[in-house]
């Protein structure tokens, strides 16, 4: 028997790779706080009302589209997902669809959604929408791809016989980690394409900016030195003022 569970709130690390952004940063873009209790103050708890399940769609979580799927204001009924202990689908994998109108055809996987257990394969499963509509014109009809679960749409395929297939992972003797064909217990590599982000197709080929990028170079060198003072006291050290008062004690209730 299968189990579901309601959406979480954790964007899939596929996902937090593949922006290539801090997942600090991706988690403020797409969260939705509507009270937070202000902070350094010690009679205020450590409290915030927000948004703790979220609607992930094929927009990226950081996107505007995204955070429009998931106003307030919007009611959409539930999706449940089933837990995927090992995730086993990469960008670039040649998977074979198993159901509807292209069921048994082969295509290349051109995007991961995780959080919903999908992947949308190039040119198939497509349906046509008809974008730019509004009273003065008609609009254009375009084809896109809609996902496909990776638990019941789509499978692995076999780099011998060129079937679909089920797949375990396995290690090697070096202690590598791989995915093996059920089949005929050939070893499936994970593509290039899946370490692919929106900044390069490849690690290797990356060219560092010196303007905008931290050079690997300099990463391990330290850039600031904290210390324990105000920004007044800073002030009062690049202009040679020198404070000879004693401070008034202050209490907190």
């Given at each position: 028997?299968?189990?579901?569970?309601?959406?979480?709130?954790?964007?899939?690390?596929?996902t937090v790779k593949y922006s290539n952004l801090p997942?600090?940063?991706?988690?403020?873009?797409?969260?939705?706080?509507?009270?937070?209790?202000?902070?350094?103050?010690?009679?205020?708890?450590?409290?915030?009302?927000?948004?703790?399940?979220?609607?992930?769609?094929?927009?990226?979580?950081?996107?505007?589209?995204?955070?429009?799927?998931?106003?307030?204001?919007?009611?959409?009924?539930?999706?449940?997902?089933?837990?995927?202990?090992?995730?086993?689908?990469?960008?670039?994998?040649?998977?074979?669809?198993?159901?509807?109108?292209?069921?048994?055809?082969?295509?290349?996987?051109?995007?991961?959604?995780?959080?919903?257990?999908?992947?949308?394969?190039?040119?198939?499963?497509?349906?046509?929408?008809?974008?730019?509509?509004?009273?003065?014109?008609?609009?254009?009809?375009?084809?896109?791809?809609?996902?496909?679960?990776?638990?019941?749409?789509?499978?692995?395929?076999?780099?011998?016989?060129?079937?679909?297939?089920?797949?375990?992972?396995?290690?090697?003797?070096?202690?590598?980690?791989?995915?093996?064909?059920?089949?005929?217990?050939?070893?499936?590599?994970?593509?290039?394409?899946?370490?692919?982000?929106?900044?390069?197709?490849?690690?290797?080929?990356?060219?560092?900016?010196?303007?905008?990028?931290?050079?690997?170079?300099?990463?391990?060198?330290?850039?600031?030195?904290?210390?324990?003072?105000?920004?007044?006291?800073?002030?009062?050290?690049?202009?040679?003022?020198?404070?000879?008062?004693?401070?008034?004690?202050?209490?907190?209730?």
């Amino acid at each position: 028997m299968r189990i579901f569970t309601y959406l979480s709130k954790k964007v899939g690390d596929l996902t937090v790779k593949y922006s290539n952004l801090p997942e600090s940063y991706i988690k403020r873009s797409y969260e939705q706080v509507y009270w937070r209790n202000p902070k350094g103050y010690p009679q205020y708890p450590a409290a915030q009302i927000a948004r703790k399940k979220f609607r992930f769609t094929t927009h990226r979580p950081w996107t505007g589209p995204f955070a429009r799927q998931n106003e307030r204001t919007t009611m959409r009924k539930k999706v449940f997902i089933e837990p995927i202990k090992e995730w086993s689908f990469f960008k670039g994998d040649r998977v074979e669809v198993m159901v509807g109108k292209d069921k048994g055809k082969q295509g290349l996987v051109i995007q991961v959604i995780q959080e919903r257990n999908w992947v949308i394969v190039e040119g198939l499963n497509t349906h046509l929408r008809i974008v730019g509509k509004d009273k003065n014109f008609p609009g254009i009809v375009v084809q896109s791809e809609a996902p496909l679960l990776v638990t019941t749409g789509v499978k692995l395929v076999d780099p011998e016989s060129l079937n679909s297939t089920d797949i375990e992972w396995r290690y090697t003797e070096d202690g590598d980690k791989v995915r093996v064909s059920k089949s005929s217990s050939r070893i499936i590599p994970i593509p290039k394409a899946a370490g692919e982000t929106i900044d390069y197709k490849s690690k290797e080929l990356y060219i560092e900016n010196v303007d905008k990028d931290t050079l690997a170079v300099d990463a391990a060198k330290i850039s600031f030195t904290p210390k324990l003072r105000t920004f007044e006291m800073d002030i009062m050290e690049e202009m040679n003022i020198k404070e000879d008062r004693t401070p008034a004690k202050s209490y907190w209730y």
